[in-house]
């Protein structure tokens, strides 16, 4: 389903359809949305205004008739757009072969929502660059109960919580990963996770049961240790198109300033450690910064088309009904255009040209789970606008220690690594330096890379290989040039 969207929404953005028949479109869409999201907030109070919302509701159906005309027309006068989708098919095995690395694996997970005997069944493909390989597991009761556990991490550190979230994630390493162990290729692991495993952090599932004695988070063997870990939403998204050798990117950061803010009524903590993070990517990245009043919905909107990285530290809030609604909050001080709520829904109606979107904020891969569609969150809506990958939280982050992990991702990134390696490699940096009492998956686990994994900077090591072979053999050509001139020199004396 989302590959398909995805494939619309880039046929639509290109010289196919003209963009006045594009943005009626997505006007519509947008303005459908936003009136089904005032009858949802009608309904929620406690004594409805029943005129309202029927008012409302009469002007859903004469606008979702608009969209079908304005859709029938682009049907009609514009042929190849719809022979173009009819051949948006899903991505032959072979393809997602070709285009994986022999240290790279797939594991798919394809979980039943019916139960047998108090069980669920789950069928775990993997796929690698000469195999394809599965194996069936069946899940028993304490699956939900441990992935609530893993859901709502805990920062206190009492006994009952630390036995309750080791053996939740012990448990899900038993189950999801220790199966299929025999059929990992290298240590690289793409998971496409399905139902309840969207909620799940990978990196924090623990390989072996703490002792009884072991009382605390530090030393523990999680999964982060053997295996760099990114997301993908099915297969035939696993990778973008290969880009080689790749200039630095610039990188666009937001960070509103939330003193003396209210938006409608709601007021919002500061946000201490964005400061200290935006400051350490540009240390290593040009670009440009959107601070306090400047980092407004309007100024965001007007940058969103520059193929750059975009760097989101601020607030999300998610709504748990229906996640169209979710919405990052944006400076509204002297934003006189837009009222600071970005919708999920908006998002997904935009043209993204990023290769990478770090959503810095708490919740944002958090969202609506829809059987075999899997999770509605703030990130897929990034991926579906056409962002190449998205670093996303799988639940509230800690300001400070977010702070941390983001500033040695952005540093290995400048190294030229892989996305998903410099994440592994900012986590694994952060648990060799932090006290036992920040040790917890809490404060590191939640950021995940989601998506295609290319460098976003120069790969040094590889540019100077590069070069040294171009001079090495520069070199050998001129030795052999000046050695024939030399001979021809002394046969002709």
Not at 33 to 46: G, H, V
Not at 218 to 233: F, K, P
Request: negative net charge.
């Amino acid at each position: 389903v989302l590959r398909n969207e995805i494939k619309e929404n880039e046929i639509l953005y290109s010289s196919v359809v003209p963009d006045s028949l594009l943005e009626a479109r997505n006007k519509l869409s947008g303005t459908i949305a936003a009136y089904n999201k005032m009858i949802l907030d009608e309904s929620r109070i406690s004594v409805p205004d029943s005129n309202k919302i029927s008012l409302w509701k009469d002007a859903v159906f004469n606008m979702n008739r608009e969209i079908e005309d304005v859709t029938q027309l682009i049907n009609n006068k514009f042929p190849q757009y719809q022979d173009i989708l009819r051949r948006t098919d899903p991505v032959p095995l072979s393809v997602i072969q070709r285009n994986l690395n022999r240290y790279e694996t797939v594991v798919d997970y394809f979980l039943s929502n019916q139960y047998k005997d108090g069980k669920r069944n789950l069928v775990i493909f993997l796929i690698s660059k000469s195999n394809l390989e599965f194996c069936e597991v069946w899940l028993d009761s304490l699956f939900i109960k441990y992935t609530e556990v893993i859901r709502n991490f805990s920062t206190q550190n009492s006994d009952n919580d630390f036995i309750t979230c080791t053996s939740a994630l012990s448990y899900m390493y038993e189950y999801l990963v220790k199966p299929v162990n025999g059929f990992i290729k290298g240590e690289k692991l793409i998971i496409i996770p399905d139902e309840e495993i969207a909620w799940l952090p990978f990196d924090a599932f623990l390989e072996n049961v703490p002792e009884k004695d072991h009382t605390d988070y530090d030393g523990l063997q999680y999964l982060v240790y053997n295996h760099t870990i990114s997301y993908a939403y099915t297969s035939s998204l696993t990778h973008g198109k290969r880009s080689g050798l790749t200039r630095r990117k610039e990188v666009f950061a937001f960070s509103p300033d939330y003193s003396n803010s209210d938006v409608k009524g709601e007021s919002y903590d500061l946000l201490y450690g964005t400061n200290k993070e935006i400051e350490s990517i540009y240390k290593r990245f040009r670009g440009k910064k959107f601070l306090s009043d400047q980092a407004s919905e309007t100024n965001f909107m007007q940058s969103i088309r520059q193929p750059a990285l975009f760097h989101l530290a601020m607030h999300s809030v998610s709504d748990s009904i229906n996640s169209k609604y979710s919405y990052l909050l944006f400076d509204t001080h002297c934003d006189t255009v837009e009222d600071g709520k970005l919708y999920n829904y908006e998002i997904s109606l935009t043209r993204i040209k990023s290769p990478m979107v770090v959503l810095s904020a708490c919740n944002s891969g958090t969202g609506t789970l829809y059987h075999g569609e899997g999770l509605m969150s703030l990130a897929r809506g990034f991926i579906l606008a056409g962002a190449t990958s998205v670093i996303k939280t799988a639940w509230e982050v800690n300001d400070e220690t977010s702070a941390a992990i983001i500033s040695r991702f952005y540093y290995h990134l400048s190294e030229g690594k892989h996305k998903d390696e410099a994440m592994r490699q900012a986590k694994l940096d952060y648990l060799k330096v932090t006290p036992p009492a920040y040790a917890s998956p809490y404060f590191w686990a939640p950021y995940e890379v989601i998506g295609e994994n290319e460098p976003v900077a120069t790969r040094c090591r590889l540019f100077v290989l590069i070069l040294s072979i171009f001079f090495m053999i520069s070199a050998g050509f001129l030795v052999i040039y000046f050695r024939r001139r030399r001979i021809f020199s002394d046969r002709s004396l």
